[in-house]
């Protein structure tokens, strides 16, 4: 009877809401910041969007924004990025997209963010859309984790900076080059590999540091918590978004991500969860907000494919912010660039770019960027 007791207090303790009490350290979990979406997407050269808004008005309207190069949007106070991803073990694939058909002969592989030389050699590429959407602010995965290393470096004390790195890897029969899909543990060990080089020594926050002696990476955020704050700054941490044949590629043979490199969006109650995507507050704040009280980090967006913008829609950035959810994702930061003349911009309350999470925390708290 008292053994039976004994468990059923200790599920109740797992499973209720979490709140920061005064005199408590913050941990890494305990704050909201403002993130960017596609972080690493550089201006479409017009012939191309002309092209594309010819085909797809649609989408090409969806695709009418771009970014800062990332330090300068770390500059600006963003503490989350998103790096979409293609594998390239042999180089080349990437090198030669069917858009740049669509240039002046002499301003082909010349224009910002697309070098045919670099993309020629082996290694992670990163672009939004293959022969489409393909100039970034920082081509390979390589040059993008390393210019966050470098900022870093150079600002030693910042708030953990949260990296999402995406990958589309299905076929998609309106592109001339077809990505390789990512279920293929030979090609996940080499994603994790060059991580680890472009962020080497304790640069890199991993679940074996947050998993600690837990018996499960999920049961170590609900129990023990996340890193202290202070212990977190400096440094930062990858959640691995993909679908889920590649998500279960890349815990085999990693129980609880034993030796990965980064973290993965897993469904509540696996032992690799810990942190998750939720995309629409409007639609699931109270889900995000649990999720957030129980310990989970969790990032949503604010607006999407410029329909908020247009419209100067602020609801779901209201919302997200209200959620609680650590990273709050947007097209529009402030001094992000404004190629429609929207003048839109999402920040935390006040103008903040970083807070005390409002629904982690029982008491106000100042937070240092």
Known sequence: ?????????????????????????????????????????????????????????????????????????????????????????????????????????????QGPGFDPALM????????????????????????????????????????????????????????ATQPLPLDNPALLDQLDAEIRRALPGKRLITPDEVRGRAPTLAAAVHQQGWPLLAAARGRVFILFDVRQAVSDAYRVGHPSLRGRAMFGWYPDGQSESAIQ???????????????????????????????????????????????GAQAVSTDYYPGAPDPLGLHFVVTLPGGAMARCNPVRLARACTLAP
């Open 120 to 175: 020629a050699r082996p290694g992670f590429k990163v672009l939004h859309i293959p022969d489409v959407d393909y100039h970034a602010v920082c081509p390979t995965l390589v040059r993008c984790l390393g210019e966050i290393d470098a900022w870093s470096r150079a600002h030693p004390r910042h708030l953990p900076i949260m990296i999402t790195i995406n990958a589309a890897d299905m076929a998609d029969s309106r592109l």
């Open 277 to 323: 995507i939720v995309q629409d507050p409007l639609v699931d704040g109270a889900k995000i907000k649990a999720l957030v009280k129980a310990g989970v980090i969790v990032r949503t967006r604010t607006d999407a494919n410029t329909v908020e913008a247009r419209a100067h829609d602020l609801a779901k950035a209201r919302a997200a912010q209200d959620s």
């Open 1 to 109: 009877m008292r053994r039976a007791m004994l468990k059923a207090a200790l599920a109740l303790a797992l499973s209720a809401p979490m709140a920061v009490q005064a005199g408590t350290p913050l941990r890494m979990n305990d704050i909201q910041v403002v993130g960017s979406h596609n972080s690493f997407k550089a201006q479409i050269p017009a012939p191309i969007l002309d092209a594309l808004r010819a085909r797809d008005p649609r989408l090409a309207e969806a695709l009418d924004y771009y970014h800062l190069p990332l330090s300068a949007q770390l500059d600006a106070g963003v503490r989350q990025v998103e790096i979409d991803i293609f594998a390239d073990p042999a180089g080349g694939r990437y090198a030669h997209p069917a858009g740049e058909a669509l240039l002046p002969a002499d301003a082909r592989g």
